[in-house]
């Protein structure tokens, strides 16, 4: 039972890592330019997509993962030039309807392009195996590569934000465009840099979730809003915020599913509280977050509403 | 000021096609004309609702798909317990609708801007999976309704028409009351909050009270369209409180326009009907129905309405 | 022009756009065809109809008449497919529907398709109400009552002699129906029984909790893209030498995503592409030869619908006399591709189902293939309360 309880703790935090490997470009546009973008979890699909076909071409499965990077920040520099740029004065609400019309678009043209039917990409042996934990449970390696990925980041991103020159600037744009146009900066040229390469994380989520996750055209939209939820439980404008959002999110929701039964039933007759249990299991994410909002308007670590 | 008198000529000739609908169906012997009017004139129930609060409250619900399902699950539920009066039904959807939207209401109304969009959406996500879960209607399968609401214990309702023109009543009633609400000291007080809470708060007013009561009002009218939905498609189920289908009535009342109630109406008519159209044209028309959507938000701000008023 | 103008003008071209009703015309016969062509699950859909539309081309005209066949797409959702049935049955005019996939959707169309006089044929949701109390003399089913696939498997499991079954399905109606059907048939212990989210992506809470009771088996209910999480999952977690028995969880439509991570899983099935009849190798090479894709249960029961629909229309002369038309229906008087085919008294089939298993074939291309028959002549437990009027 300790045993199985670690192995939970272990399965919700890799979760939760996976969730903000998912939610990173989306903390990068969403939480410090303040961009509401529902396209993120489509760009994420295209990058699974590539990702598929670059593997099929190349016949490795490193390779096509090395050749989604740039594909998806070119994709990102031409959204950005097309569509993006023009709203980063508008309000949330035209972003929101701009970027849900991107979302059917690029979910169509997916369609239309690679057909309806889920795809796979083949892992590299090295990576496909499992290794023993404890007893006879098992801890695939895969999942260790994206823990890994997940982490690495993290951390890119804090040092990007807080520890660069562009990360300066680009909190400093975010707060005060014009103040900072006025001093010189091409404000302009930031936004579209940051953009694209908030693109480019989606595509890479996207790319490292291909080999344990099916790759069909709904696969953007079941995570998009396990990402905002995610970014606005920590609070808009941190990266910190984001990751402990993932993680809090990835371990109410593991665990939820596998001890809540066993909770409910020392108090509630089993029938009741398998019931229960299965009414709550998937409002557990959204209790969370309403429970988190009502206490705290501007999310664990937001500052700005 | 020359806006109010066009918008009165425009609501006018607006619901004048409306009321004229069933005719030309008629003379074109088309009879499924009318039952997709049925259904664009639920939806503009819903739309204009939404508008009320996100026009004029600065509210963006993104979870006003839970108040369809309310209204149509009062349906489903009180036929089933041998209630078939359209009016109970509607009371019930009401009564329902209320309760949810004052408890989600107090707490989504401590937060602002996209936090209140995504608490919105919890609480109809909430919804959704609690209706999911309700194997005595069916779960996620739903209910088949045998029979329409009765109408003064008559089933005139299983007419078409008759369903048609009691939509029909409702939307027009329900317009001129938004009309009403909004022009009243409540609705400027609302406005207002939306523009300066900080001032109306100073000069006496709690915004709070105030966006609260219009958040119920708006879900309370947005159960009605539930109601009127479950009886034109005969059929209830979670499906009506997916959030797509919340991101659906924003995109009506965005497309039509914000904050002028008429916009909400017409906005939910020519996004149904440009769907219908578009899948008509081709399979792949949601391709075609997001690039109108990318235009219309890139090229005109005030929506569809903002487009042709700016050209008059 | 004004806004207001603008407005009419908007109205007034939609009616016309929509166009006069054409009138119902005996020559022609008129099939609508609905399935979900859009949004994740649309796969299924495009099979279902390139199943139809295959055995439309090779008859030519179906039932000796010029045929029309109208496609629509119901998204899912059941309240626009409502919409859609009234329109193929009210506008167009159509004699007979052919759909949907899902059972939800069936439930919103039966009403108004029933309703209008048409005949509606499901080739693949076939729920209990509709077997059973709700039965209905307009309405045909080609393809099984939803619990058998999963009563095969659980008969399956008490041949076996398991006594410690971990159940898994998503948490809504067909997965609460998905593990009664598989409880009719089993009647040894459960290690475990869960609920997962519907859409869910991580499995690793539930795969742990396998690994930590190492049951005899698993038996999972998890349809589309969740069946391709899981299935990658679980093979990945190492827990292949647990027996993985399954239904609408590996079949043709998600192998091309799960690949070998299915290869020796089992599943329950009325029908596999290498089932040894003449007519199923005719369209099994058919229909890889116009799609390039292996054909699921989908496809075929689609395939049959259409080559009913056919044989009762000659048998009964015509559409004219809708009552000779069900008549002949009810005698299923064509060949399908499964061999032994019948109709019940509630319109629901009588036929074989089998036990399949994930190969990769020569071509290298995956397929389930059948292991062994597990039911002769099967019938469904609701086709008792079903009194036909």
Redesign the interface.
Known sequence: MTNLFLLQLLNGMQFGILLFLIAAGLTLVFGIMDF?NLAHGVIYMVGAYLAVTFSQMTGSYGLGLLLTLPATLVIGLVLELL?FR??YD?P???Q???T??????I???V??IWGAAPLSVQMPDLLSGSVPLIGPLRYPVFRLVVIAAGLATAVALWLIITRTRIGMRLRAGATNRAMVSALGVDIKKLFTIIFAFGAMLAGFAGAMVAPILTVDPGMGESVL?LA??VI?IGG?GSVKGAFAGALLVGLVDTLGRSFGPIILRSFLDPSAAGQAG??LA??LV??L??VI??AR???LFGAR? | MRLIP?RA??A???FA?FAA?PL??AA??????V??AT?ILAYAIAALALDLI?GYGGM?SFGHAAYLGIGAYSVAILSRAGITDLSLHILGAIAGAAIFAVITGA?SL??????F???T???A??AY??F??L?AY???????L?TRSTLFGQPVLEDDTALYYTAFAILLGLYLTAVAVTRSRFGRVLTGARENPVRMQAIGFSPFRYQLTAFVISGCMTSIAGVM?ANQ???V?P??M??HRS?EL??MV?FGG?GNLLGAV?GA??AL?LE??L?VLT??W??L??????LV??YS?DGL?GF??R?? | ????????A??AA??C?????IAQDDETLKIGLIFT??GPAAVLGEMGRDGFQLAAEQIGEIGGMPTEII???DEQ???IA??KA??LV??DQVDIVVGPIF??IL??I???VTDSGAILISPNAG?SNFAGAECNRNFFVTSYQNDQMHEVMGAYAQEQGYSNVFLLAP????G?DSLAGFKNSYKGGVAGEIFTQ?GQLDYSAELAQIAAMQPDAVFAFMPGGMGVNLVKQYRQAGLETIPFLSAFTVDESTLPAQQDAAVGFFAGSNWAPDLDTPENKAFVDAYEAKYGKVPATYAMQAYDAAHLIDAAIREAGGTGDKDALIAAMEGAPFTSVRGDFSFGPNHYPVQDFYLTEVVQREDGKFATSIVKKIFDDYADNYVGACEMN
């Open positions: 509401v569509v023009k709203l508008r949330h609400l035209d929101v309807l701009a849900f019309g991107l979302v059917m678009i979910t169509e043209g369609e239309i809003i905002f939820v606005v808009i299965r009414v998937p409002m959204y209790i977050m309403a909002l009502a308007p501007a999310g509403t | 066009t000529w425009a006018t000739l607006l096609a609908l030309i169906a074109l012997d088309d009879a499924y004309l039952v997709i259904r996100l963006v707490i401590r937060t602002k801007g996209i936090y969009i995504m608490i959406l919890a609480f996500q909430m999976f609690f999911v879960s194997s069916g779960g996620d399968d739903g209910v088949t045998s939905l498609a005969s059929f189920s499906a009506y997916d959030w991101g924003v995109v965005v914000i017409a008519t020519i009907l219908e159209w899948a399979e792949h949601p391709l129905f997001g690039l109108i959507l990318v938000v890139l701000r309405t042709f008023r050209r008059l | 022009m004004t806004y207001s103008g603008k407005m009419l908007v109205l939609t009616t756009l929509a166009g006069p009703a062509l859009s496609v629509v797409d959702k059941p309240d409502a919409n009234r329109e009210e506008r059972s939800n439930g919103a039966m009403k108004p729920t948490n809504y109606q067909a609460k519907l």
